[in-house]
């Protein structure tokens, strides 16, 4: 068994048969078995074989490039292709939603591949949807520490998450956490960013907790500016980049409650902004003078 620590629950991994390859974006998570021990929180995935081909005739629900969600008799099955093996992996949704174990059933055939990265299984193996149960939300946003605290970066792809949280790192010395995803929940009653072991294309992937001081709603513009939103934007800003299944009323449900809360405990404010210096300058001043007198 390997053991992960993420955002204060542990992930345990009974590999079976079929080890995943631990990789550098997953090492910082690993925790020794003694030190789990007595752990109240634990989520674990198991291994079995299934032929996972033969489902190919049941309803076919979504589909794209790396799974495709069916309807069977036993319930809803996500199935994941891996490298040149089609069908390689996959978990009934219910078994997600049932409790703390969570089988997952492997291709026969992937024993001839190469294995599967811990980064690659935890993006999809339903982990955000377990986490969300425990009240804690996946953003996607580009992560960055200052002064002890964290600011997060979110807006659609493309739109610069990275690079602002470049230029911080170049202008201000922030240390730059993940630049793509995040782990937000409550810790002793405050909002606190945590680190989540999948990550974007700078492999830049550390476990750092800290109190989060901000959300910043990027929007490429002319000029850099700081805007207020509203109660209902920034609601919708945050739910847009929280991590869920699509089809699944209950998460969305969940998501904006959690969104909700974010957005009335905890900065949630918008930068247009262009690619340079100025960007920095600008929600710095507002981040260090016209939060404290305004409150927004």
Known sequence: MTFYSIGDTIICWNKGNFPLELDENTLPFVVREQ??????????????????GQYKEQRLLQINETYELYETERGHLMIYHWATCRFAYGFWLEDLKAGNEVPCYFNPKMREEIPITTSRFFSTAGLHAKLLQRDAVVLHASYVCRNGAAILFTAPSETGKTTQARLWEKYRGAEIINDDRVLLRKYQGVWHAFGYPCCGSSKICKNRTLPLQAVVVLEQGAENRVCALSAAQKIRALVSGIEVYLWDREEIDRSFCLAGQIAGEVPVIKLVCRPDAGAVAALDRYLEEEWYATGI
């Open 35 to 52: 030190d789990v021990s007595a752990a109240e929180d634990m989520i674990c995935y198991t291994s079995a074989e299934v032929q996972l």
